[in-house]
């Protein structure tokens, strides 16, 4: 069995569920040790951080990552314990197994090897590693790069080991993220009894033509890079659970994933004009939880397309979908190139979580060769 996979079941079996780090990190600092690694632990308030740094000097290629693991459900639901990390038909099982232990495992034999066969590399290879990418991200990356600005430490390259892969290991680089805005909006009517409509005023009647525009409103038509902003409702709340009175209040909670056509001061300039138009009472809270960003074509994703073809033979598509990472931080904070680029994301967050354990080996020899091409 080769390192890697030892290495994700070794972290796989540790139920480091968010924020909750559990050794995971320890673990992984005492193995980078002993590739002549610095390390600097970074703990803010219950949230477990660590810096690590090899070589000196410019280019900075960063690898980043969490030990963090969203929590596993009904466990009896599960075919096998989501921490055993059982393999079974080349397939590594455990919660973890594809977001992200996988990919941290990957990047520690990879790194061995590389400063292994590359002593006098040219640069600086670091870690950023949290345990709180999966909940509030408040005491994490955020906090580490703030660290690292005071210390005057630069990134040039990130590479953040989230699962990008869609079909096959490779097929996917996610080169940028989509902005991330939540609002939660209150539309204030007057309760009454339902027989005496004229004595009250339905919040949800006043609701319905506003939401009706703001869903379709065409918000901006994206670019070559990001797709249209999209805006969705996640909840609806109102009324106090009888069929007789009419509510006073409700509260709608909608969420946009915008694109650089947009910001999220403009989204929100919006918003209230469409809803200034209905003239009704409405209240309205803010929560901005990522600027979107964008990594053109340049070495650091030359540097990936090329490595994922040398080992897979697969030509990786660029993407910015889905949802939000710590590359949200990091490329804004350290003025980062940032890459996201790990294994297959089928299975992220369900029962059964698996991963492949060809890919996390193909996966490493992929990390492997970025390296060689950006810091030999």
């Known amino acids: ?18 924020p909750n780090d ?3 990190q320890l673990l992984m600092t005492e193995y980078l040790k002993q590739s002549n690694f610095k390390i600097t632990d970074l703990k803010f308030e219950e949230v477990d951080n660590f810096w690590a740094e090899h070589g000196a000097g410019s280019p900075v290629f960063m690898f980043a990552g969490h030990t963090d693991v969203v929590p596993v459900g009904d466990a009896d639901k599960w075919n096998l314990d989501p921490f055993s990390a059982t393999i079974k038909n080349g397939l590594l099982h455990g919660r973890g197994a594809a977001d992200m232990k996988g990919s941290l495992a ?6 061995e090897r590389f400063v292994t066969d590359y002593p ?11 345990s709180d990418e999966e909940g ?6 955020v906090k580490v ?6 210390i005057g430490q630069n990134v040039d390259y990130c590479l953040v080991g989230e699962p990008s892969a869609t079909n096959v290991l490779g097929d996917v680089i996610k080169n940028g993220r989509r902005g991330s805005l939540n609002g939660t909006l209150r539309i204030i009517g007057k309760q009454g009894h339902i027989a005496y409509p004229h004595l009250a005023n339905n919040p949800i009647h006043l609701a319905i033509p506003a939401l009706d525009e703001l869903c379709n409103e065409l918000w901006d038509g994206g670019n070559d890079y990001f797709p249209a902003t999209s805006f969705q409702i996640s909840n609806i709340h109102s009324g106090t659970g009888v069929t007789n009175v009419i509510p006073g209040e409700i509260e709608v909670v909608f969420n946009f994933r915008y694109s650089t056509q947009s910001t999220h001061k403009s989204l929100q300039t919006r918003v209230c004009n469409i809803l200034d138009k209905h003239q009704f009472e409405y209240k309205i809270d803010w929560n901005h939880s990522g600027f979107p960003f964008l990594t053109p074509k340049g070495e650091l994703v030359s540097g990936c397309v090329d490595a994922i073809k040398k080992v897979t033979g697969v030509d990786a598509q660029l993407s910015t979908s889905g949802g939000t990472s710590d590359g949200r931080f990091i490329a804004p904070l350290l003025n980062a190139q940032v890459v996201e680029l790990g294994p297959l994301n089928a299975t992220i967050h369900q029962i059964d979580e698996c991963v492949s354990t ?3 080996d193909d996966l490493s020899d992929i990390y492997y060769h970025i390296l060689k091409n950006i810091l030999t």
């Open 120 to 130: 006098d590399h040219k640069g600086t290879i670091g870690y950023l590693i949290t």
């Open 22 to 24: 559990k050794g995971c």
């Open 136 to 141: 509030p991200a408040i005491n994490g990356t």
């Open 106 to 111: 990957a990047m520690l034999s990879a790194t």
């Open 145 to 150: 790069c703030e660290h690292l600005n005071t």
């Open 358 to 360: 060809k890919d996390l």
């Open 1 to 18: 069995m080769s390192n890697t996979i030892e290495l994700a079941q070794a972290l796989i079996g540790i139920d480091s569920i968010t």
